[in-house]
């Protein structure tokens, strides 16, 4: 069965770093883009970061940029996500999801790990 | 403010057919592929259409896609309660590198 499983929400101080991780299965994860997605609560999706297939390259939303990290382990089929510098509008669901071949759109998700920012 | 603008709210009864715009820019719509997902409460969102107009096996297809120049539209057909959810449309965006949501529409079926 292909599966994607997040881990790692906590919560978490303003300022503070958190390291978010995606356990995938069930295909061949080296195939694929990987992202992230999140949800503030009651609000919509949002986009935070893609890595392609190797690792090497990288986008990022803007509100992100220096502050998070995407990266990957295709040995340990594992997507991760380092963030630092959090801040309180940085609260809510993160999914992982696998971007599908020939732009065939974000076409597996995993059931996503709650990350809140708060003193 | 999203980059893509969606209504925030959509309705009908049972049966009915429903649409859902879209509109985004040259730089995502007008010149990518348009996709939508379909969030149920309490859910991760799933896969609706992709490049514009295809679907996902297992998608009924009382759902459509379309697009013309830089909106695009989800149609839904034989509207049934359990069609009740926020529509995401999503593309990617060639200025902001990256891909871009619509605010999302919730559906409601009276």
């Known amino acids: 069965e292909v599966q994607l499983v997040e881990s790692g929400g906590d919560l978490v101080q303003p300022g503070g770093s958190l390291r978010l991780s995606c356990a995938a299965s069930g295909f061949t994860f080296s195939d694929y883009w990987m992202s992230w997605v999140r949800q503030a609560p009651g609000k919509g999706l949002e986009w935070v970061a893609n890595v392609e297939q190797g690792g090497s390259v990288k986008y990022y939303v803007d509100s992100v940029k220096g502050r998070f990290t995407v990266s990957r382990d295709n040995a340990k089929n594992s997507l991760y996500l380092q963030m630092n510098s959090l801040r309180v509008e940085d609260t809510g669901m993160y999914y992982c999801a696998r971007e599908a071949r020939e732009s065939n759109g974000m076409d597996v998700w995993g059931q996503g790990t709650t990350v809140t920012v708060s003193s | ?110």
Do not use: H, M
């Open chain 2, 1 to 110: 403010q999203s980059v893509l603008t969606q209504p925030p709210s959509a309705s009908g009864t049972p049966g009915q057919r429903v649409t859902i715009s879209c509109s985004g820019s040259s730089s995502n719509i007008g010149s990518r592929y348009v996709y939508w997902y379909q969030q149920l409460p309490g859910t991760a969102p799933k896969l609706l259409i992709y490049k514009n107009n295809q679907r996902p096996s297992g998608v009924p297809d009382r759902f459509s896609g379309s697009k013309s120049g830089t909106s695009a539209s989800l149609a839904i057909s034989g509207l049934r309660s359990e069609d009740e959810a926020d529509y995401y449309c999503v593309a990617w965006d060639d200025s902001l590198t990256g891909w871009v949501f619509g605010g999302g529409t919730k559906l409601i079926v009276l």
